[in-house]
Structure formats: C-alpha cells, structure tokens
C-alpha cells in the first residue's frame, strides 16, 4: 500500500496521524536506511496482521512450494500468504484473491546482485530489468560510475528515473539501490566529462535517489589519506549510507586504513589469502560472477560455517550475451555451488547477507513481514528460475519478463560525443628515440605489460613493424582536441582501424589500428553516431551506436547482443587475436587504475609509478 | 573524538563543512539508527588513516593478546591499536600514547545485554554499571518498564540521566540502548502509575533518548489487531526503530501475525519447538541467562551452523547477588559453552549478533573502524574478565570498576508510594459461599494453579486454616483507595505479614499475612519507606526501603544484597517454604499476564479466560 493510501486509511481513521508524518515516512524507510528504494512504501499492519490469522482475505498465496528457509538452511512445506506486497505467513488455509500453484518447486527469496553497474551490459535500465527479472532478480546495488563520469549526476538520474518509471501493475518490477559514484574522473590523470568533487559528494548524498557511496576506486588516495577523498566517505558516513569498496591488492596496514574509512565491501581480491585476510578484518567479499571477472572459484573453498555470512554475490560488469546465454545471480549461485558451497549459503550470499551488509530491513528471506520478493527454482543445483514475484506480483514466468516499458531517452544522455577536428594526421606519432614502449595485453586479462620495442620514424611518423598498432585515446566530452597515443604489441589487428567510445572510466574514445585515415574514419563514425563500436577498413565501414551516452543501445538485449557479435566478428576477420575481445578489450586500455601500462587523453599512464611516462626510451 | 572537535578540526580545515551539518550529525548516528548512545561520537577519518599507517601516534595498543575474531571463528595474533576510541588496525609497530600488556589473555568485542531490565537488580543504574562493567559488559538494551510503570516517562529520562552522568575519563563505560517501554500499563486489568498510549508512544519514539520499543507484551492486543497497540508498533517502524517481543507460547498463525507487526525479538519461549518456529520466522531468539528464568540448557542444543547468527544472549532480570556472584552476560557465556555450543558462536550471540540485530554499526567485533570496546578474558571456557576498555578507555581491571558517579536521584523517582486509608479492617475479607479460589504458587515458577479451597467466615471476615493466607494488592500511585483481596495456599507463612513494593508490571503494593492488622502494619511501614520490602510479625518490625520508585535501593549493592538476605531470613524464620523467594515470588502474584490465577488492585484475575474472577465459589 502507497503512502497516500495508508495515511489516509489507517493513521487518519484512529486519529493518530500528524501532519509532519508525512515527511517523515519519506525520510525513514522500512529498511532503516533513509534512501533508496524502500522509502515511499508502507503498508497497513492491522491488514497484515488479520490477513495473517486469517480473518481478512490475502491478496497472493502461493501453494505446493517448497520454502528454501535462509535461517535454518532447511527446506520446509508450506502456503506463503502475501498482503500488499508483504509476506503475512507461512502455513495453510489462507483465503486469498489470487493463487498460484507452485508445483512442488523450490521458493527462494528474491535474488539481489549486491554489486553491479548496467552500462556494462550496453542494455538501457529497462532493458537489463527485462532480461534480469526472469532470472530472479528482484533487486540491484548499481553504480551508474561509467554513465556519471560521461554525464555527471545526471546520469545517475537517468538510470534512476529509468528503472523508477518500470511498472509491473502496482509495483516496480526490480528495487534499485543507487549508488553515488565516488571516482568521478577516477583519476585526475584523463578527462571525464564531469568532475564530482566532496562538495558535491555531500549534496547529492544527501539526497535520497542515492542509496550510498560507490565502489570507492581510489584506494591510494584514501590510504594517503587525501582530503577530497576521505571528505566523501564521511559524508556517507554521516548519512549513515553504505560506501563501498575496491582494493585490488590492499592489505595489512594499507587495509586497515582503507577500513577506516567506513567501506564495507570489496569484489577485487587478487588471491584466497587477501580474501581471508579482508574477511578476517570485518569487510563483505562480493565474489564476483561477471564476464571479464570471476572469482567463484577462488572464494568457494574459502566459504565455512563461521564466515558464510560475509560472503555476497555480484555480477559488477556483465554483457548482454552473457546474461542471456547464462542468466544473472543464478548463474552466481549454479557457480558456486558446483563448486562444493551449500545451497542454503549459495542462496544466502545473494539474498539475506546481502540485505545484513546494506541494512536492508524485510529483504533477503521468506518470513513474514518480509517484501514478498521471491523466485521458484526447480532444484537447488541448476536454479533455473520458473517464476518470480516481485512485492506479490508475479513480474516474469518461464523467462519472460511480465512488464514492458516504453523508451526514456532524456536529453542528458543523448548526443555525447564532442571531439574537436581530427585527422589522419592527428594520430602521427613522431619519435625520435631508437626505442619505444609498447602495451601488450595479456589475453583474458585487463592487465598490461610494458615492453620495450626497436622503432623507426619515417617523415614524422613512426612505422609499424613488428606487430605493432597504434592506440589512440581521443578525448570526446568537451571538444578539447586531447589525443593520447600510444603502441601496442600484438593486438593481431592490421589493414584498417577499430574504435569503441565505452573506455573505462573516462570513456574517451580509444581507437586501434595501423593506418591513421582509417583511425580518423573510426573517430568520424563515431562522432556521428553519438558514440559505439566502429570499424573501417578493407572497403567496410561500420558502426555500431551506443546511443546512451555513447555506452549503451536503445536497441533490444537481442539486437545489442547480434550487432555486437557481428561487428566483434569483423574486427576479427581484420587480424584480432583470440584471447582478446576486439573491442571490450580496447575498453580497458584507457583505465589508469589498473596494472601496468595505460592510455589516457593526457598521454601514456605507467600505473605503478602513478604518474605519466614516455612513448619513446632514450637508452 | 566529539562533535565539535571534529567540527572544529576536519571539516572547517578543508572548508566542505555546511552550517546544517551539525544538526545532521546528531540526527544521523554511525550506527544508521539516529537514536540512542550512537549519535553524537563521531571521529576524524583522517586521524584514524593516518594511525592505521603508523603516520600518527595511536592513544593505545594493546599487545600480547589472541583476538577472537568473529568474522572467522579464529584465535589470531596480534596487537590492537587505538584511535580516539574507534580500533584503527590489528598488527604490530604501532607508535602509541599507552600500552597495555594483555600478556597472553584472549580479546574479545564488549559484551552487549541485548535485553535487560535495571530494575531488577534493585540497584540504581550507576550501581549497576559499577557491577556489571567488570564483567565484559560495554553496552546494554534496556527496557526501563517498571520505572515507567511507576513514574511515567521521567522514569525512563532518569535511567537516560543516570547512565549518561557515568564518566570514565572521556567516555562514558556503558553504552545504553534505551527502549521505550511498550506496555504501560501492562494490562488495562491493574492501576499502574502511568499511561503511555499510542500517541504519547508515537512523540517519545520520536526522540533520540529512545533507540527502540520495548517488549511488546500485550501479544493479544497485536494478534488481534488492536488499535492503540498497532499504532505503537507503526510508530516503532516509521521511525526505524526496533521493536522487542515478548512472545511466551506464541506459535502457528498467531506468530505470523506477532511478526507482521514488525517486532524483531523474543526471549519468552516455553519449549524447543517453540524457539525452532521462531528461529524459523525470523526472530532473532534472546536466550536468557538470568535470576528466575534460564534458557540455555534448551536453546544450546538447538544452535547450528546455519542458524546461531540468530541467537542473542541477555539477561532480562538478574537480582543484585547473582550478578555479584555469577556476573552478568559473562556468565551466560559460560553457560552457553558449558551446554556446548562453540566458544565463538557463543561470543557472537553477545557481540556481532546484537549489533546485526539492532543494526549498531560498529559494534560487536575487534576490527578496523569498529569502536574500540573490549574485553582480556583468561579463557573461553570460564571467561573471567581481566580487563575492560570502553571507547579504547581502561574502565575495569580484575574486577573493579575504574569509574564512578555522584549520586543521581530526582524528585521524579522518590516519595513514589501514595496509598489511602488503610487499617486493619481494610483487609477482611468477607465470603458467604461455601468455597473459595486460592492461588497456589509452583514451587521455583512464577506460575500459579487455581485451588478450590473450603472456607468458613466470622465476623465479616474469613478464617484461615489449612495452610491459607490473605494476599493484598494495595494501589499505591494515586491513593485511590483500591485493594484487591485473595486467598493464597500453602507459601508457609504465618503469625504476621510480609509486603514489597515491586509488583510486576504496575508496582502495587503486595501484601501477605495471616493477620490484618499486621498487614495494615506493613503497608504503613513501605508508605513511609517510600516503598520498599517490609516485614510484620512476632515482635519484630522490619523494613529494607527501595527508595527510588519503590523498585530500587540508591544503597551499594554490597548492601542491597546484604539487607535483601537478611529481610529474607527473617520471612524464612515466619515459614515461608523452600522454593518460594519471600518477597520476590510475592512481586509476581499481581502480574496478570501469567497463568493462572492472579491478583490485581481492581480484583481477583483469572489470566486463562483473561478476565475478572470471584474469590467465592457458589457450587
């Protein structure tokens, strides 16, 4: 039941409202926490409470399942009664308006992926609830990071409003916690499109579209202890809002300062012993099931009956492809439980930890007074999901999602792709140095390595010997005219050039190719399609737009997973080697926070010095 | 470190400091509940960064300690530095202010109370810090229901003011959850010195004195869906804060319906399957450990690995003496292992599980950014307390309480008992039915059978023989005039009368003897004591007074225990049998909420039927 309806019905009748409650109920949610999306509803108790013994009439009950229990680990017969979107009971013999025959399946809560960002599955909002809900997703933490550091809050507001204007009859078909990002430029060494400074932090924290702080990537700022940096976890903090974390590596004293600083989580543990040692010191350990990424099989052996509470499961960045062909959480809990964890912790991980570690009262278990969020799985090993509920509302069967929405494109996110005048000569890299650095990508890795090649300048301009490509990273937010360039080492691409506008986290647009007029066509075709994957060479020209701030397509999951393949395909038949994503693996290229050799606008980034470098080695 | 230091320091220092911002920090608490002791300590992150990288002098290490640690249920190495009362690290080299030697002890997180009433101890609440604080014991939930049964809402404020006034250096040694109590009066069956109804509930929650809503007692009132009583617990959930239960016996549809009203705990279980259910329906399940009731030898077998996250230990009412002889949740502690359940998930259930349940962030485990409340125990077998930090501060050692406190008594809780006339005639009682209903009390159980006895009058007036007694409930907070009159079976005594002044829940004066002038003799007697526990009978004249609401002695507890042995011997010497405790069995007999037959100051109750009884019987 909505706020309006309830003030009027059940406070009003016996007296006891106050006009201020009004307010308050806006600011203080059924969750505790003041944010998100558990604020504006509440239900009516006394409804509840008759529906549960009986004496009024449920509105769902969901009969012949059987109930995964998330507090005994036990599996246990039984009628789940459900009232205005709250579980009332667990029993038989409740009247209600509506029945749904479970058929011996098994009831799990609602999945909720504790860590994710949607730009990453290239799908708008809409379309990734479309594809996740049928999977058993019934919540997500999201950070829109990548969509804010291209159009600032504005971006996060888009996502918000997206996902907010969903609507499976009375309800919203997924709950979204919005995180605030935290890293916006992740670092200063590259240009985003916006700047969100601690001040700016403190506002929009304040507001409640945020449900907290992002995965908060500038480790060593905070471990240096850096004012900007520690002011925004304060104001988390201080709004009692979850921060969440991202250390790659961080341990011993450098974690303690990280903890410190209030984050709670973490899902970039390079080893068992750092995920052990970030357990041991008080952090939730998101393990990660997500495309590039996953660490199922490092963390499931470290899962025991004293620390299972402290594990959660997230897909942080995943493709659309790969949610189709494998699904979302419930390709997290298939994982880990082939793997040797227990389904009863498996389902704990991405339901009742999860809503422990945000304090996100009535979420994560089948119990009454529980948000009736819930999904029926035929077995506890492959959890292929038949049918999920979404506040009492069955929101998707059989896979289809049961809601639909129509387009939202606002202005903020369309339209973003500003590059000043390039040309073929804008990507000559003249060296005069007998050597170089060059990038060389570690296949099914986003680290770099750094090699040292022999190089030749010809009339200004470098040759390209050896298998080695040019890199570009175009800034493409404010016109500037920025070019990083750089080399990279066997790519495998030749005869043309290839470019993508997603570039974590900047995302400027990052081009690969060994012929600079077609690395001028690529940044062209680009320019005119707001942003994509784009392609020129051997007599094709091709493009792929990602019309949504130039990270993701308006288009459906299955066109965004055919055009990506097709164009993935044709970079490929340009050379690329296997063990790299064409284009995905470009994406990374620009992201000065990860190891060892990067790109950025401003020029080429050594990542453990933390500081810029040269292209050509004098020695 | 304090609110207006850190204002002072850190964020008037980097200019991001907003005017706002001050109300915001007493609103808005570290722990995401903005009531209770959490709200107004709040610390400077950079400080505690730059002591978790040895950059800055810590306040204190502790060194040569093993760490319980109970994220992982392991016994690590490892030193415990200290910051402005918040733990900054676990390791080794740290530059510190202080050092203490733990020389080999184990640490383990302060024990948390998660459910207690002071009032039972009889003794002030500074008294019982001093007691209690030795004992491990850093924060407790406090329900202050008797006080407010007897002195409305400043009884409560004074429990507040009590604990607030305690000061160990800079901190205070005990941290008070304080719940508004839920129930006064307990039943509308009684004449309690209070009422709170859901309106006056709805105002208090609203304050920060207030972390939550007390135990909810009136289960029947919520089952049914009674108004006012649902308000209360709407109330607790717009605010954010947790509601108790109070639950005995309360399983199947009417669980359900307990549940929907949002109420978190239960420490009332009468069986093992009782507490499974709960477990079950998601209850957090308080296992008891004190005077009267003990629950552990039936909750130890039921805890799992799947499940034990959801017991808490508490000790709801524990007398002075035991406390002084067994301790308080230490002593649980070492009941819990006794019965077997692993030292670790024992230590969770008062440490991390109290803090999940009641969402104290930073509570309850030895970690980064965790406040730095501990405690050096030998072992985990007996859990004798050598050392207790409160905020990184030294508040006992070897069993003495390092703090003190003036003593604190306001005109609210004194001069508390207000009776009408009363004399010996006020106590005939006059019958003219062949038989009569006495109470017979069960011997170390506070529940009572219905007997029908023979009774013969003379004279307007009762004549007691085989082993009857007249029992008196004397309203005491208004002087109204109102005795409820009963016959009690078999408690002994005789030749003269005993009375006290704490009678759950609305604190009467109860009064049994088999002489009524002697009865009217020890009325006089607590009304002139200010309440108290009296005794009249065989020459002697005897009274112990309970001078703060007629509930609690402002004595020592040395004392309290002492004068409490003694006025018991002497009622001993009067015959009341082994198995009853003179004057505590008495507090019992007017509580109307436990079967079977009971005695308000409005007349003679029969709990099954919930419902007025006669004391004569036609047939």
Not at 438 to 454: K, S
Request: proline share 4%; with cysteine.
């Amino acid at each position: 039941m909505y706020l309006d309806t309830f003030l009027n019905k059940s406070h009003a009748e016996n007296g006891l409202v106050q006009p201020v409650f009004a307010e308050k109920l806006i600011l203080y949610s059924v969750s505790g926490l003041r944010c998100g999306p558990f604020s504006v509803i509440i239900w009516d108790m006394k409804q509840l409470i008759d529906c549960a013994m009986k004496r009024a009439e449920c509105d769902l009950v969901i009969r012949g399942g059987r109930i995964l229990n998330v507090f005994t680990g036990e599996l246990e017969e039984g009628d789940v009664a459900v009232k205005d979107g709250v579980i009332v009971g667990i029993g038989s013999g409740y009247p209600a308006k509506t029945e749904y025959d479970a058929g011996g399946k098994i009831l799990i809560p609602g999945l909720i992926d504790a860590h994710m960002h949607v730009e990453s599955t290239m799908l708008t909002p809409e379309e990734f609830a479309r594809l996740a809900v049928p999977h058993g997703t019934c919540a997500i933490v999201a950070d829109p990071h990548e969509l804010v550091n291209v159009c600032g809050v504005e971006g996060a507001e888009y996502v918000h409003e997206a996902f907010s204007r969903l609507r499976a009859g009375d309800v919203s078909p997924l709950d979204v916690c919005l995180q605030l990002p935290s890293c916006v430029p992740a670092t200063p060494f590259e240009t985003s499109g916006a700047v969100l400074d601690a001040r700016a932090t403190q506002e929009e924290l304040a507001k409640d579209t945020f449900f907290g702080l992002g995965e908060m990537m500038n480790y060593p700022g905070v471990i240096a202890g850096d004012a900007q940096t520690v002011a925004k976890l304060e104001a988390a903090q201080k709004f009692g809002k979850v921060a969440d974390g991202h250390a790659p590596g961080v341990v011993g004293d450098a974690l303690n300062a990280y903890l410190c600083a209030g984050i709670a989580t973490d899902h970039e543990s390079l080893s068992a012993s750092e995920i052990g040692e970030k357990i041991a010191r008080g952090m939730y350990v998101q393990i990660r099931c997500g495309s590039s990424a996953n660490n199922a099989a490092v963390c499931a052996p470290l899962v025991t009956a004293e620390n299972f509470r402290r594990f959660l499961l997230c897909m942080d960045d995943k493709h659309a492809p790969d949610l189709m062909e494998h699904g979302h959480i419930d390709d997290a809990l298939r994982q880990l439980v082939a793997f040797g964890v227990s389904p009863h912790r498996a389902v704990c991980m991405a339901t009742k930890n999860v809503a422990e570690c945000y304090a996100m009262r009535g979420r994560g278990a089948i119990a009454p007074s529980y948000v009736a969020d819930l999904a029926a799985v035929d077995d506890l090993t492959d959890f292929h999901v038949s049918a999920v509920w979404k506040r009492g509302t069955l929101v998707a069967e059989n896979g289809e999602a049961k809601f639909a929405a129509a387009p939202y494109l606002p202005a903020a996110v369309r339209n973003t792709v500003h590059v000043g005048e390039v040309t073929a000569e804008s990507f000559r890299i003249a060296l005069d140095c007998p050597r170089a650095r060059a990038m060389y990508v570690r296949p099914n890795e986003l680290v770099t390595e750094q090699v040292i090649v022999p190089v030749e300048s010809r009339g200004g301009d470098v040759v390209l010997t050896d298998g080695l490509c040019k890199l570009a990273v175009v800034e493409r937010h404010f016109a500037s005219g920025n070019i990083g360039l750089a080399l990279v080492k066997d790519y495998g691409l030749h005869g043309g050039a290839i470019g993508i506008s997603v570039a974590h986290d900047s995302h400027n647009l990052v081009v690969l190719g060994d012929d600079n007029a077609a690395m001028a066509s690529v940044v062209r075709l680009l320019k005119e399609a707001g942003g994509g994957m784009a392609l020129v060479g051997k007599g094709i020209e091709e493009v792929f737009p990602l019309d949504v701030a130039g990270l993701m397509s308006s288009a459906s999951a299955g066109q965004v997973a055919g055009k990506t393949a097709h164009i993935s395909a044709l970079a490929r038949r340009m050379g690329v080697k296997e063990g790299y994503d064409p284009f995905m693996t470009l994406a990374f290229l620009a992201l000065p926070v990860i190891p060892h050799l990067k790109l950025t606008d401003k020029g080429l980034f050594d990542v453990d010095a933390f500081s810029y470098t040269s292209l050509g080695v004098e020695e």
